[in-house]
């Protein structure tokens, strides 16, 4: 199979718009029909059935009746991926139709929203084509690669008016609102530093992120120009293409996939937005392979706005290792009269001593009812109908993504990072 003829971008926005002033002159709304009702069923296109796609997808099947949904299409521009995700479609759709480039799926008029799981770098364009589109979107974590890329998709969907949902999903997950509660409320006290990390461990042969190179796959069957997008035109790599996470031209590694999950959480907690400043370090210490770029062990310093419940503002410190998992994942948040250590399985409030503290707070324990990928994945679909703000629109997404991405600069950059508020950039 040769390689694909791309779409051009003139040519969809200029077919999407007809469309659209079409259905304004017959003085009808182009929102999908699905989300005209709650009863009627929602027609869902996949771009990106790899590796996560396909599990999510195996997670939209499974809620599949509870959520009244079913997958429709499937693009990618690995043909493996694609004959795969329609296999897995197939195990609740009857009809399923494949797409060899995201932009023809977006022309389909029985698809009514996206979910798309695809390399970092090229998040912003499979945001911006679906919203042009009218559609609605489930978009992975992190939202963009880069800062500016999270203002163009605030502005894009200024006009648009869709629910965009990202895919960090303790914003799901019941026990992140208790503990939204217990630090907003002053329970704990003042709370002045949050620690999140996220440490994991493989054998030396099994490096993170160089995931299994599918049999058959080659130049052949991956549109190789695609996948490159913005990023610098390098000859073709399959293990540039499947391993992305690991060089920095397609994704902002531990800090794009692991970090902005933490981020996330601890604003979800603290009602944060976008940091002050941003400090990243890191290094290549143990995983030296195939011209690795991104680092196998990483840090970050960020400072944030006071908020009420610390009122002269608080630090994050984040590490991810590749090489020792005895600490896991989660956050602490450290507070004047007790402490917050949680991820989303457990909450635990660890009151301070008598002798210490200001007041008393209640020791307690609280484990998740909920499972974030399925309920993350629920409230898009419920937004798609009821057209309420999703649990993790495009705004919280930019300041988790944002924030990431100012620590990266950080790092590479050799400085510290800081956000100008009032002209909305780093600085």
Known sequence: MGKKDSISRREFLG???????????????????????????LNIGVIGPGGRGYHMMGVINGIAERCNVRIVAVADIYEGWRDRGVARAKEKSTRVKAYDHHLR??????????????????????IVDALEAGKDIY?????????????????VNKRAGKIIQVGTQRRSVDIYEQARQIVQSGAIGQVTAVRSRWHRNSKANDPQWRYVIPEGASEQNINWPEFLYNAPKVPFDLHRYFQWRCYWDYSNGPAGDLMVHQLDAVNIVMGGEMPKSAVGFGNIYRFHELERSTPDTWGAVLEYPGREWAPDGYMVTYTCVFSNEQDQYGEIFYGTDGTIDMNDQVLRVIPERAEVADKLCEAKEVKSQTWGDQEHLANFFDCCRSRKEANCDEYHGHYA????????????EGRRTEWDEKHQKVV
Request: zero cysteines; hydrophobic letters at 50%.
């Open 401 to 412: 993504a944002a924030a990431a991405d100012m620590a990266v600069l950080s790092h590479l």
């Open 139 to 155: 978009i992975e974590k992190p939202m963009i690669h880069r800062w500016r890329e999270g203002l163009q998709v605030i502005e």
């Open 15 to 41: 077919r999407a718009a007809k469309v659209a002033a079409a259905a304004g002159a017959a003085g009808y709304s182009i929102a999908p029909a699905s989300a005209q009702g709650a009863n009627d069923r």
């Open 105 to 126: 799926m977006l022309e389909d008029k029985n698809v009514d929203a996206v979910f798309a799981a695809t390399p970092e770098h090229s998040h912003v364009k499979h």
